[in-house]
């Protein structure tokens, strides 16, 4: 990660400080936008996504994460910052496509319901542990490649947290959550014994790669009806070339299929009118020589006729 800051100021003496943090890809810069946004910010149409309190915007572009500090807002500071968007550069394939993880929670208008500004996308143990999670970063095992997204669902009890994590394949997962789930029978087994796992009520499963847990003051049926809401669907890319190439184009081989088979057609009628042609001179030229000689024309006859006055033989 690069981090810069910047202070700029107009004619009119009106101030602004910007402080840009440049991520590996999109991911990171969405996790870090969703930890710093808060609750209380409201929505702004800038970039990818952004929010807004008072004289302060975040937002996040591709790959870059963006905080800036206005000394007054006015009509023209999202116009600004939207046209710096612009400016920022593109990252080159699938690094700037955001994750697709957090597109998975459930957006239910019914209870529980998704509490605003409260998704947090998260890549290592450190964040996770800060944000109050179900689950340590120690359980959770960043070093296999996981993704974490956790949000807050206003229960009929009170606040509760849906976390999910997502690992590279189903049998990283199935490992994950069997150690995820013997911990939290230490605690319910043995109520004396300290577990990683202490948060109230605690209900876990998994679809896919994706291990889905709703934790806190939760009824079974809230909780069923969180959990059961997230199904996993494989999307498969098939990745191979496809050698769609001017010489490996079907269309392309037709095409030069059709013109052979007139090639040879026309060589096969200028070879008949050539042939033609060259019997008809040869035969002008030179009569009864080469090509319609008497002597290869003629043939034996019989000459058999009926003759009235032949009395046929008795036998």
């Known amino acids: 990660m690069r981090l810069e800051k910047a202070a700029y100021t107009r004619d009119d003496g009106r101030n ?19 930890f710093y946004y808060s609750d209380e910010m409201g929505e702004e149409t800038i970039g990818g ?26 009509v023209m500071s999202a116009a600004q910052l939207r046209e710096l968007a612009g400016l920022l550069p ?12 957090p597109t998975h929670l459930p957006k239910r208008s019914s209870a529980p319901t998704l509490e605003k500004n409260t998704t947090k996308y998260i890549l290592g143990p450190v964040t996770l542990d800060r944000i109050g ?5 120690s359980m959770v095992d960043f070093t296999s490649g996981a993704e974490v997204v956790l949000s807050k669902y206003s229960a ?9 994590i997502e690992y590279p394949t189903p049998q990283i997962a199935a490992d994950r959550r069997r150690r995820i789930d013997a911990s939290h029978q230490v605690t319910q087994q043995q109520p004396g014994v300290a577990s990683i796992i202490d948060v109230g009520p605690f ?22 009806s969180l959990i059961t809401s997230i199904s996993y669907d494989a999307d498969v890319t098939w990745n191979e070339n496809t050698y769609v190439s001017k010489k490996d184009n079907l269309a392309n081989f037709l095409f030069n ?21 060259l019997r008809l001179i040869v035969k002008r030229f030179f009569p009864d020589s080469v090509f319609d000689r008497r002597e290869a024309m003629e043939f034996i006859s019989l000459h058999l006729e009926d003759d009235p006055r032949r009395v046929p033989r008795e036998p």
């Open 49 to 74: 996504q952004a929010a807004f309190l008072n004289n302060r915007v975040l937002f996040y572009q591709g790959n870059v994460l963006v905080d800036a500090v206005f000394d007054r807002m006015s």
């Open 203 to 224: 209900f876990d499963t998994r679809t896919g790669p994706i291990i889905v847990i709703a934790a806190g003051p939760l009824s079974k049926s809230e909780a069923r």
């Open 257 to 277: 299929a059709i013109v052979l088979c007139g090639i040879v057609v026309g060589l096969a009628l200028v070879a008949g009118v050539a042939f033609g042609g």
């Open 16 to 34: 602004l400080t910007i402080k840009a943090a440049v991520f590996e890809d999109a991911s990171g810069a969405y996790g870090a936008f969703t």
């Open 133 to 137: 999670s179900p689950l340590p970063g």
């Open 90 to 101: 593109l990252v080159e394939g699938n690094k700037g496509n955001p994750p697709l993880l």
């Open 156 to 164: 009929a009890a009170g606040d509760a947290t849906l976390m999910l």
